[in-house]
């Protein structure tokens, strides 16, 4: 997984980030969770974002509840979500 991060795609940092936080496949790690939900965040991964607003909310994965970050990320997980837009002829 890391060498899909190292790649750039988003989906090797983010299941790094879930093992960590749950503990599947690697040691708990909540720090090293939270550092792999902001490098996946950082290539455009909703998921990462919206885990990393709902930390800053919380006071989760050993982050302090801290209403400025969850604030950023709540707004990044808006722009990662906004609909394509096509052109239709």
Avoid: N
């Amino acid at each position: 997984m890391e060498r899909a991060y190292e790649l750039g795609e988003a989906s090797g940092a983010l299941a790094l980030g879930s093992w960590f936080e749950t503990g599947e496949r690697l040691a708990p790690d909540s720090h090293a969770a939270a550092g792999w939900y902001e490098r996946a965040s950082a290539l455009g991964d909703f998921t990462a974002s919206h885990r990393l607003q709902q930390a800053y909310t919380l006071g989760e994965l050993g982050l302090a509840r801290d209403a400025t970050k969850a604030k950023q990320y709540e707004q990044l997980v808006f722009a990662q979500t906004e609909p394509v837009k096509a052109d239709i002829e």
